[in-house]
């Protein structure tokens, strides 16, 4: 069985009317039963008192004078009376004087002496006790006994009217019930409805009547907003599904373009890659061809040019001896141009060599000091021609570098010649040092520092490009091939190090070599 909590609000609520319409029936039922209880005992009471009195009174006589057989046949007149049981009339010492039984109740005991003055209720019967009295004086005593039947009737009547009428006001109060809760439960049961329906199908359009302004309607008014606002974010939810999925959607086909493309650019690229590598290994072996088309032509340019300073110089001995000073300056500038042609010839040779990576780089142990002394044997020399003061020291202790001595020597001479070239009557340095620097590995810096001409802030970084020159006077004047810098800063890249330049326009130059301390082929496994 269902238990009361779970049943219908309808039920609920006529159990609800129905038994408080039945515990005030039963109370009001109980009540006036008991009131009409005592009410029909009162009158029972009055009237077989009364009875009583009367036949007490049609007594005094007889028993006064003792004739008991008008005793007997006045006790008989009761006999009209279905209800009286029993009677006895008693003389004044108590001995029993007439007597009456109805004849259905012979064998009825009577009470041997007289009760006492009043009534006694026993469960099925009633009775009264009366004095007999002559003025003030007892004479005897009357006994009645009646049954309790007329009481019992109307008692019974009575219970079966109120039962009627119960039942009446219950079937009424039940039709009425019916008829106001209706006003109560539709609205709920349709709200119920209404939200199992929205539950079930998600309709959130559904709305539900509102009942009027009490608490029901401000329910359903509520109920009503409520489905408003989850069919709008319904709505606006749906959309932004919908949205959601055209991003989607775009975002896949976006991506199966992307795939294709990056499927067409690899197919594209693996034909570039193709293409490229047989570029490459043309370019290569062009490079290669090229390489070994300057050192053919290199050779076979200076075995003449070679001749052709050797002979000029020969025909400037003749021509000092012979007086024919014309010629010997003729012949000075054909050897002139005959030993520019070859350095550039040599330095257009070594940077091909550097970029057909065909320089070989062979560290060895090199001491420092003994590299020192050579500069200052071969630096005097250069800077003499200038009339420059040539100096070359090493900082205590730094021993030996483990470098390619040639390319280091190479570099250094360059260095030295350039700065001899544009100095006039100053000095030139080299020193060199050892140098913990951070970051990056501690190292040995060589400084190669002029006090001449100088190079100008904007021409700074440009005097590493390969043929670069700055424009001036001096320069042209003092020759060159504009190669000298971009080999020696490649070489510095070859041995691991770095080549920089500081300078002021007017006041000189200082050169940084700067080689890591870390021998050559330690740092290129590295
Ligand atoms: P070049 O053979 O002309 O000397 P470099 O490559 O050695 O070629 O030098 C490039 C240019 O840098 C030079 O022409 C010169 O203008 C400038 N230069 C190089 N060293 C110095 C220096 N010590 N002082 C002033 N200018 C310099």
Known sequence: MRRFRDRPIRQKLTVALLSTSVAVL???AITFSAYEYVNFRDDVVRTLGTQGDVTAESSTALLTFGDEQAGNETLSVLRSDPHILAAALYRADGRLFAAYRRTDRLAL????????????????????????LVGRRSVGTLYLRSDLELMR???????????????????????????????????ILELAAAAEKVALEKSYATRVESPGRDELGTLVTAFND???QVQQRDAALLAENVERRQAEAEVRQLNTRLEERVLERTAQLNVSNVDLRAAKERAESANRAKSIFLANMSHELRTPLNAIIGYSELLAELAEEQGKADFVSDLEKIRFSGRHLLSLIRNVLDLAKIEADRFEVTPEPVDVKALVDELVATGAVLASAGNNRFRADAEAGIG????????????????????????KDGDVRVSVMYEPAAP???????????????????????????????????????????LGLAIARRLSELLGGTLDVESTAGSGSTFYL???ATPVRELKTA
């Open 400 to 423: 030996t570098l483990v470098t390619d001595g040639k390319f280091l020597r190479q570099i250094l001479l360059n260095l030295i010649s350039n700065a001899c070239k544009f100095t």
């Open 109 to 132: 005991q009577l009470p041997s002496i007289p009760p006492r003055e009043g009534y006694f209720f026993a469960p099925d019967y009633l009775e009264v006790s009366r004095p007999i």
């Open 153 to 187: 009737a109307r008692l019974v009547r009575y219970l079966a009217i109120t039962a009627s009428v119960s039942v009446a006001a219950l079937l009424v109060a039940l039709w009425l019930s019916a008829r106001f809760q209706r006003i109560i439960t539709q609205p």
């Open 440 to 482: 990056g590995p501690s190292g040995i810096c060589f400084a190669v520092a002029d006090t001449g001409i100088g190079i100008p802030e904007t021409e700074l970084s440009r005097v590493f490009e390969e043929f670069h020159q700055v424009d001036g006077s001096t320069t042209k004047r003092v020759g060159g091939t504009g």
């Open 226 to 228: 409520m489905l408003a």
């Open 514 to 516: 700067r080689l890591p």
């Open 26 to 28: 039963l109370l009001a």
